[in-house]
């Protein structure tokens, strides 16, 4: 696929108003943005709302705290729960997925001797949490490797291979971070199931990115965040957990409604600023006047695209990656002995900024070093020629 035929599929497929919608970010022009899956980029119609919240807020907190608060956050449980496809009732939301993972692990009641089961895919702040928690209890971490191009078979088998009966949860990614991957998290949730183990997800690329049916995935906990695809604003993310547990999950923070249980507890931590959360009916609102649809195509077509480009330029082969076509992530491997370590990786992460002008994630897994790429809606297929060709002068 050329750039000239991306960039005329995507006339064709989104219409003459794409260009236009590029300008709903106050991205730096000057830089291209291929990150998108790290902190995501908030669209101006968000901030804007969000904006427009910490106005009313501030105009008088006593009405703000005392009538307006609850039933705005009540809106936006909603509005979150629509987009998973699930009940707002089975919803809370938390600040991000690492604070949903952190509370499920606190509510979980782990003893010494326990153990749990996590792949070498996890996020690195999931995996410290769950070592703190363990440490804390007595119980243990264990790792399973899974090869970055496993069938989902063969993952299921290999988390099968190391359930025990001192397991006490399987902790995996539905799109994990370093790999840009999918876990067939329904089917390990059914492993783990007929050993009554319970299965927590990492679903931080989920919302947005994936059509997330959380009442049919058969799993224990789920959490994950609608500011990285879902265009919401930062700090904002959904914590479902099914019923059988929802009396024993409380938040981190005990406040006010904690008396009244899940989800209603998580609703009023204090005095933080909820204008994240309160702006989460407008993501929504701002995503699918886009076209749920139309983004995600768009977003797997151009990373598509971006994933051939830059491994023809530097000469690699992608038969070791995964091509999952529903993804908005792609990985690209560097050549053999670029970035296998984190300080290098750092170090080429900083020189692509600086000398080829992009923003991109670069990762030291399993001793090698990979380019992750994204793609949104304000990305053009030009934007990773440009990647394509400075990348390949840089490491030569």
Same mark, same amino acid.
């Given at each position: 696929? &050329?750039?000239?035929?991306?960039?005329?599929?995507?006339?064709?497929?989104?219409?003459?108003?794409?260009?236009? =919608?590029?300008?709903?970010?106050?991205?730096?022009?000057?830089?291209?943005?291929?990150?998108?899956?790290?902190?995501?980029?908030?669209?101006?119609?968000?901030?804007?709302?969000?904006?427009?919240?910490?106005?009313?807020?501030?105009?008088?907190?006593?009405?703000?705290f005392r009538t307006i608060r609850t039933p705005s956050i009540v809106a936006a449980r909603q509005a979150g729960a629509s987009l998973l496809q699930t009940s707002p009732e089975a919803v809370a939301l938390v600040a991000n997925a690492t604070a949903g993972v952190s509370t499920v692990l606190a509510g979980l009641g782990l003893r010494a001797g326990?153990?749990?089961?996590?792949?070498?895919?996890?996020?690195?702040?999931?995996?410290?949490?769950?070592?703190?928690?363990?440490?804390?209890?007595?119980?243990?971490?264990?790792? =399973?490797?899974?090869?970055?191009?496993?069938?989902?078979?063969?993952?299921?088998?290999?988390?099968?291979?190391?359930?025990?009966?001192?397991?006490?949860?399987?902790? =995996?990614?539905?799109? &994990?971070?370093?790999?840009?991957?999918?876990?067939?998290?329904?089917? %390990?949730?059914?492993?783990?199931?007929?050993?009554?183990?319970?299965?927590?997800?990492?679903?931080?690329?989920?919302?947005?990115?994936?059509?997330?049916?959380?009442?049919?995935?058969?799993?224990?906990?789920?959490?994950?965040?609608?500011?990285?695809?879902?265009?919401?604003?930062?700090?904002?993310?959904?914590?479902?957990?099914?019923?059988?547990?929802?009396?024993?999950?409380?938040?981190?923070? %005990?406040?006010?409604?904690?008396?009244?249980?899940?989800?209603?507890?998580?609703?009023?931590?204090? &005095?933080?600023?909820?204008?994240?959360?309160?702006?989460?009916?407008?993501?929504?609102?701002?995503?699918?006047?886009?076209?749920?649809?139309?983004?995600?195509?768009?977003?797997?077509?151009?990373?598509?695209?971006?994933?051939? &480009?830059?491994?023809?330029?530097?000469?690699?082969?992608?038969?070791?990656?995964?091509?999952?076509?529903?993804?908005?992530?792609?990985?690209?491997?560097?050549?053999?002995?670029?970035?296998?370590?984190?300080?290098?990786?750092?170090?080429?992460?900083?020189?692509?900024?600086?000398? %080829?002008?992009?923003?991109?994630?670069?990762?030291?897994?399993?001793?090698?070093?990979?380019?992750?790429?994204?793609?949104?809606?304000?990305?053009?297929?030009?934007?990773?020629?440009?990647?394509?060709?400075?990348?390949?002068?840089? %490491?030569?």
């Amino acid at each position: 696929m &050329t750039a000239d035929v991306a960039a005329e599929g995507s006339n064709e497929l989104w219409g003459p108003d794409w260009p236009g =919608v590029r300008e709903s970010w106050s991205l730096d022009p000057h830089r291209a943005h291929l990150n998108h899956g790290s902190f995501g980029a908030v669209p101006g119609p968000v901030r804007e709302a969000q904006d427009r919240w910490r106005d009313l807020i501030d105009a008088n907190p006593m009405r703000y705290f005392r009538t307006i608060r609850t039933p705005s956050i009540v809106a936006a449980r909603q509005a979150g729960a629509s987009l998973l496809q699930t009940s707002p009732e089975a919803v809370a939301l938390v600040a991000n997925a690492t604070a949903g993972v952190s509370t499920v692990l606190a509510g979980l009641g782990l003893r010494a001797g326990d153990e749990i089961v996590l792949t070498d895919h996890a996020y690195g702040a999931v995996a410290l949490a769950a070592k703190r928690f363990a440490r804390a209890a007595g119980a243990r971490v264990a790792s =399973v490797k899974i090869a970055l191009t496993a069938s989902d078979e063969e993952v299921v088998q290999r988390l099968a291979e190391a359930v025990g009966p001192r397991t006490r949860l399987v902790l =995996v990614d539905q799109v &994990t971070s370093p790999t840009a991957r999918a876990f067939p998290v329904g089917g %390990i949730a059914e492993m783990a199931r007929s050993h009554d183990v319970p299965t927590l997800v990492d679903g931080a690329h989920a919302p947005g990115m994936l059509d997330v049916r959380l009442d049919s995935l058969g799993v224990d906990f789920w959490v994950g965040n609608f500011h990285k695809w879902a265009f919401a604003a930062r700090s904002v993310a959904a914590l479902w957990v099914a019923p059988r547990w929802r009396e024993s999950i409380r938040p981190l923070v %005990i406040s006010w409604n904690d008396e009244q249980g899940y989800p209603t507890s998580f609703d009023q931590q204090g &005095t933080t600023d909820d204008s994240a959360w309160l702006s989460l009916p407008d993501a929504v609102r701002f995503f699918e006047d886009l076209g749920v649809d139309r983004v995600r195509r768009h977003n797997s077509t151009l990373v598509a695209y971006a994933q051939e &480009t830059l491994a023809t330029a530097l000469g690699v082969s992608l038969a070791d990656v995964c091509s999952d076509p529903r993804m908005s992530m792609r990985l690209v491997p560097l050549p053999r002995g670029v970035a296998t370590t984190e300080e290098q990786a750092a170090r080429l992460y900083a020189s692509i900024a600086d000398k %080829i002008g992009a923003e991109v994630a670069v990762i030291s897994w399993s001793g090698r070093g990979w380019i992750r790429l994204s793609a949104q809606v304000y990305n053009a297929p030009a934007e990773y020629d440009q990647l394509a060709v400075g990348l390949s002068d840089l %490491i030569r």
